[in-house]
């Protein structure tokens, strides 16, 4: 395939290995764009600690590695930007690197992109007055998960964070004193609405997973510039499999370093699984994923399990009978419900937890904010097996209609028109 055009995708993270929800966005999302769409693609990323630069798939064209700036220009960035001139937010400050800046601008003069695309607001300063088609890719609305967080986990919240564990114990303490946290945290929320805003008003086109968020985010611009570019579902890896799962075995799939991942796991333990074992005594509730902190390992005993980081989830979904998706604080569509839906696995989840996905509640799965009520219903899928197999069928086929790569490749071919 000849490629004639080339998009330059510059993201804070490598888009390989699928190891969390948005690296299996980004590594299809450039997997549509060079295979599919034919477009040929450059990636600037930053590094992760896992990430290895060698795994480079072949639809990668090119990828450059972006040098990060250090904690002290990253702490004085914080101070002078987001606390002092009130200018940008932390998620912003953190992941703005001079040096890097240089590069992408170096890139976009060699390579002459087409377009230009900026991975969530930490990468979309690098794009703002790039002379291209620019497209801000936020994923979802941030602004909105940390003020969801504030209303809903004050203890847990952390804002500054894998930046944190950078810096020296004494300082990381300080840090985490609770009315500072609350206070940077208030204004990190106000500095993201309004840079949302404002990156969307620069870019040509600014891309969201949900269709309401895309919505509402057209209502605020008073501008028809935001679009819904839809995550998916691989369902020939994620293939529906009959139920085989002997043991009661509940599920939950996510990083346990992210924030609304650890709550949800938090509030699963306290609040719903002492109900469960009450009607279901050998039920024992299963955590699927790395970043486990020793916090959050001290909650571990014969009913609850922590697997760590796995090389392939399937292994560990096909041994549960029920998924939970307890979460109290988010935003976006929830990847982990969609892998475990197109497995075959009924889903219990918060109103949180369903945002955006618009299944049908009692058909495709079940949707219980009541602590009381989601404990029920976890109780009678595992006992009733009928309803749960109708319910796992139901929620299997619902992705293949509505969640496969597809849509999202239609999507990208409306959005990168000529």
Same mark, same amino acid.
């Given at each position: 395939?000849?490629?004639?055009?080339?998009?330059?995708?510059?993201?804070?993270?490598?888009?390989?290995?699928?190891?969390?929800?948005?690296?299996?966005?980004?590594?299809? &999302?450039?997997?549509?764009?060079?295979?599919?769409?034919?477009?040929?693609?450059?990636?600037?990323?930053?590094?992760?600690?896992?990430?290895?630069?060698?795994?480079?798939?072949?639809?990668?064209?090119?990828?450059?590695?972006?040098?990060?700036?250090?904690?002290? $220009?990253?702490?004085?960035?914080? !101070?002078?930007? $987001? =606390?002092?001139?009130?200018?940008?937010?932390?998620?912003?400050?953190?992941?703005?690197?001079?040096?890097?800046?240089?590069?992408?601008?170096?890139?976009?003069?060699?390579?002459?992109?087409?377009? !230009?695309?900026?991975?969530?607001?930490?990468?979309?300063? &690098?794009?703002?007055? =790039?002379?291209?088609?620019?497209?801000?890719?936020?994923?979802?609305? =941030?602004?909105?998960?940390?003020?969801?967080?504030?209303?809903?986990?004050?203890?847990?919240?952390?804002?500054?964070?894998?930046?944190?564990?950078? !810096?020296?114990?004494?300082?990381?303490?300080?840090?985490?004193?609770?009315?500072?946290?609350?206070?940077?945290?208030?204004?990190?929320?106000?500095?993201?609405?309004?840079?949302?805003?404002?990156?969307?008003?620069?870019?040509?086109?600014?891309?969201?997973?949900?269709?309401?968020?895309? &919505?509402?985010?057209?209502?605020?611009?008073?501008?028809?510039?935001?679009?819904?570019?839809?995550?998916?579902?691989?369902?020939?890896?994620?293939?529906?499999?009959?139920?085989?799962?002997?043991?009661?075995?509940?599920?939950?799939?996510?990083?346990?370093?992210?924030?609304?991942?650890?709550?949800?796991?938090?509030?699963?333990?306290?609040?719903?699984?002492? =109900?469960?074992?009450?009607?279901?005594?050998?039920?024992?509730?299963?955590?699927?994923?790395?970043?486990?902190?020793?916090?959050?390992?001290?909650?571990?005993?014969?009913?609850?399990?922590?697997?760590?980081? !796995?090389?392939?989830?399937?292994?560990?979904?096909?041994?549960?009978?029920?998924?939970?998706?307890?979460?109290?604080?988010?935003?976006?569509?929830?990847?982990?419900?969609?892998?475990?839906?197109?497995?075959?696995?009924?889903?219990?989840?918060?109103?949180?937890?369903?945002?955006?996905?618009?299944?049908?509640?009692?058909?495709?799965?079940?949707?219980?904010?009541?602590? $009381?009520?989601?404990?029920?219903?976890?109780?009678?899928?595992?006992?009733?097996?009928?309803?749960?197999?109708?319910?796992?069928?139901?929620?299997?086929?619902?992705?293949?209609?509505?969640?496969?790569?597809?849509?999202?490749?239609?999507?990208?071919?409306?959005?990168?028109?000529?």
């Amino acid at each position: 395939m000849s490629k004639e055009k080339t998009i330059l995708f510059i993201m804070p993270r490598l888009p390989f290995p699928v190891s969390s929800g948005r690296k299996t966005s980004l590594y299809h &999302y450039c997997r549509i764009l060079s295979e599919e769409l034919g477009y040929r693609l450059v990636v600037a990323a930053f590094l992760e600690s896992s990430d290895d630069p060698t795994q480079k798939p072949e639809f990668i064209d090119k990828l450059i590695v972006l040098p990060k700036a250090s904690a002290k $220009s990253r702490i004085l960035g914080i !101070v002078k930007d $987001s =606390i002092i001139l009130h200018e940008k937010p932390m998620q912003v400050a953190l992941y703005w690197s001079p040096e890097a800046k240089k590069m992408v601008d170096e890139l976009v003069e060699k390579e002459h992109p087409k377009y !230009v695309i900026g991975d969530m607001v930490r990468s979309t300063e &690098y794009i703002r007055d =790039i002379d291209s088609f620019r497209i801000a890719d936020l994923d979802d609305r =941030i602004s909105l998960r940390y003020k969801r967080q504030l209303d809903n986990d004050i203890d847990g919240i952390n804002p500054y964070g894998a930046f944190l564990y950078t !810096v020296p114990k004494v300082l990381r303490a300080i840090m985490l004193v609770k009315p500072l946290k609350l206070a940077v945290m208030k204004n990190e929320v106000a500095l993201l609405e309004k840079y949302e805003k404002e990156i969307g008003q620069i870019c040509e086109k600014t891309v969201f997973v949900a269709e309401k968020e895309a &919505y509402e985010f057209n209502q605020e611009l008073k501008q028809d510039k935001a679009v819904a570019v839809p995550i998916g579902v691989d369902v020939d890896y994620f293939y529906y499999r009959e139920p085989k799962a002997t043991k009661n075995i509940v599920g939950f799939l996510g990083a346990m370093s992210v924030a609304h991942n650890e709550n949800a796991v938090r509030h699963f333990i306290s609040e719903i699984l002492p =109900i469960v074992l009450q009607k279901v005594p050998d039920t024992v509730f299963m955590v699927i994923g790395g970043g486990v902190s020793e916090k959050l390992r001290k909650l571990e005993s014969e009913h609850v399990y922590f697997t760590g980081r !796995v090389e392939d989830v399937r292994d560990y979904l096909e041994r549960c009978k029920v998924f939970v998706c307890p979460m109290t604080f988010g935003s976006g569509i929830k990847t982990k419900n969609l892998e475990a839906m197109a497995m075959g696995l009924p889903i219990v989840t918060t109103s949180i937890g369903a945002e955006n996905i618009n299944a049908v509640n009692g058909k495709d799965w079940i949707v219980a904010d009541d602590n $009381s009520e989601f404990a029920d219903w976890v109780t009678d899928l595992l006992t009733d097996e009928a309803n749960r197999c109708l319910i796992g069928k139901n929620g299997s086929d619902f992705i293949k209609d509505n969640f496969t790569w597809n849509v999202a490749r239609k999507k990208f071919e409306e959005l990168l028109i000529e």
